[in-house]
């Protein structure tokens, strides 16, 4: 296998070869637009263009280089590719040759994994050559530029914001057997199998989202199962973690039970460990091992998206799930508690408040409530087109009318009547109700209420902000085309922020008041928090054992606080260093699987 490239032996900021981007601004109207049209495509065309039904000609990739390997080391990331300060974050410490954290009062040194899994959305938001570029391969070099000895191997397996051109770049980049800095891929196709020691097992499946698993990817793990002696042991990668979605859906588990029951279960290998992203926190549920208490023997689910995305909330992740492999067997029923959660839950529920900062994180949004403040002014049957036609200005008008008038005017007018149903139809389409309400007429009725709710806060807050403008403008002008102009910008600037907040108000109640539970994605998005980044470190040892350190980040170094570093005579030696606020790992959990 050939080397790597050599590090440069000089570096200036314009030879890095990517340009460090900001985190993805989700309520930008370009980035919202462009996510929910790749999302409509996928959904529409991927099911009749499968990328993984036309991998079938490329060899599958069963990597046995290990299995006689005394002890290994393999890291765990995913949910990578956004904003550069918080992936060039976890990045740097993925590819540092070992990382000494406390463990019960001792150091323990880690060394860096021989083998790094990424467990999907390996790039935000779309899928494009660029993105994956800039977001994701920029990073990972300048983290680990250069390796010596053995080359640890890297595998991926996909997300759906790597679906989003149909795996188009996730195949040219991880399926070609290239370099990404250090690390060498080594995948034939956007699933694998690696033979461990001890027996043990490491299985990358490819599910792509609300879709059944194809055939030939099932017909690949049907031959690695069979070559599995009974009582071998698995670590299942998996791109989203649906046991957490049983309380929405009760089918959502249903693509891992099929595995489990098809293809793990009847050869007698023993699932211990499911790993999986796709949500931005760290959360583990385990059942009850031998003995009726949480032990070495027991089964875990993790969690573990905390790779560079914005983070995502744990207060509204349930404390108990009841998982079922075989639903023809009456007693193949497992209880799944929550055992660890970073952030905590108390910690999570804080910062759904950070949704307040919509306005401020999310620029661009305040464009879209602006333009609806200013045209809702305008169709008001007591606003400015009723005063450009009448001969008294407001100054005397306003003597007669007041917030009550112009709220009563938006329904007293055609245009801005429908205008507000058009919005309550909006917002009733983006409301999402809590899990015990989310199906049925339950959730119809959540969804309305919630919607109603929102709507009347927005109606509220633009007649607040058009009384604002009009007096405003009539402090300014007595009447005539500048007080027009005069309350359009007055209106189209408090408009963007005051609705944009009432918004985020809208979204951190949903998330943070007891009861809701709801719009984690949505109200996290909004807050862009780049805190708690998490990833995994595995050991086998030569026992056998499986000892998971698990690695918590409490805040990612700034953009501007990476420098270039020249070559210092260490061939492994990054590219870009922190200057300042570095936040080096903390061990956060720690799982024991005999």
């Not at 935000?124 to 530029?145: H, I, M, Q, S, V």
């Not at 029923?333 to 949704?355: E, H, K």
Request: glycine letters at 10%.
């Amino acid at each position: 296998m050939s080397a790597p490239p050599p590090r440069p032996r000089s570096l200036d900021p314009s030879d890095l070869g990517f340009e460090p981007q900001p985190a993805v601004r989700w309520y930008n109207p370009g980035v919202f637009t462009g996510s929910g049209l790749r999302v409509g495509m996928t959904s529409v065309f991927g099911s009749f263009l499968d990328k993984r039904e036309l991998q079938a000609h490329k060899p599958a990739t069963v990597d046995r280089s290990y299995a006689t390997r005394d002890e290994l080391w393999i890291d765990f990331a995913a949910d990578t590719g956004d904003g550069f300060a918080a992936t060039m974050t976890v990045a740097s410490h993925l590819g540092r040759r070992s990382l000494t954290v406390d463990v019960d009062g001792t150091e323990r040194v880690l060394p860096r994994g021989d083998v790094l899994v990424l467990g999907g959305d390996e790039v935000y938001p779309g899928a494009t050559a660029e993105d994956y570029e800039n977001r994701f391969a920029g990073p990972l070099r300048a983290a680990l530029p250069w390796t010596v000895g053995e080359h640890p191997a890297l595998y991926a397996i996909p997300g759906d914001h790597d679906w989003h051109d149909g795996l188009t770049e996730f195949l040219r980049l991880f399926t070609q057997q290239r370099w990404l800095g250090g690390w060498r891929t080594r995948q034939g196709r956007s699933y694998f199998a690696l033979e461990l020691p001890h027996g043990w097992w490491l299985w990358g499946i490819d599910a792509q989202p609300d879709t059944y698993i194809d055939e030939p990817q099932l017909e690949f793990f049907r031959e690695v199962a069979a070559e599995a002696s009974p009582g071998d042991k698995l670590i299942l990668a998996t791109p989203t973690p649906t046991w957490t979605y049983l309380e929405r859906d009760p089918r959502a588990f249903r693509n891992l039970a099929f595995v489990e029951r098809t293809l793990v279960r009847p050869r007698g290998i023993d699932l211990r460990l499911t790993l999986a992203g796709n949500s931005h926190h760290y959360t583990r549920y385990s059942d009850r091992g031998r003995g009726g208490a949480p032990d070495t023997r027991a089964s875990h689910k993790v969690t573990s998206g905390g790779g560079g995305a914005f983070l995502h909330p744990t207060h509204d992740r349930c404390s108990e799930v009841q998982i079922v492999v075989d639903p023809e067997d009456p007693d193949d029923r497992a209880t799944y508690r929550m055992r660890a959660a970073y952030p905590d839950r108390a910690t999570s529920r804080r910062q759904a408040l950070g949704a307040l900062a919509l306005p401020w994180r999310n620029l661009g949004f305040m464009l879209v409530p602006a333009v609806l403040t200013v045209a809702l002014l305008w169709t008001n049957q007591f606003g400015l087109r009723t005063l450009g036609d009448a001969e008294e200005s407001f100054a005397a008008a306003g003597e007669r009318w007041g917030w009550a008038d112009l709220f009563i005017g938006l329904f007293r007018n055609p245009l801005s009547a429908v205008t507000v149903v058009a919005l309550l139809g909006g917002l009733w389409a983006f409301a999402k109700p809590p899990p015990w309400a989310s199906r049925g007429w339950p959730g119809a009725v959540a969804r309305t209420v919630m919607a109603a709710v929102h709507t009347l806060a927005q109606v509220a807050t633009i007649v607040a902000v058009s009384l604002l403008a009009l007096t405003v403008a009539s402090w300014l002008v007595d009447g005539g085309a500048w007080f027009t102009v005069a309350a359009s910008l007055v209106a189209f600037a408090a408009g963007g922020v005051a609705c944009s907040l009432a918004f985020g108000a809208y979204l951190a109640a949903a998330n943070a008041l007891p009861g809701m539970r709801t719009h984690g994605n949505e109200t996290f998005a909004a807050a862009r928090i780049t805190s708690h980044k998490n990833f995994l470190r595995l050991h086998l040892d030569g026992d056998g054992r499986l000892t998971v350190y698990v690695l918590g980040i409490e805040r990612a170094v700034r953009r501007r606080d990476w420098r270039p570093d020249p070559d210092n005579g260490d061939p492994e030696a990054p590219l870009l260093v922190p200057v300042r606020g570095d936040s080096p790992p903390r061990l956060i959990d720690r799982i024991v699987v005999e």
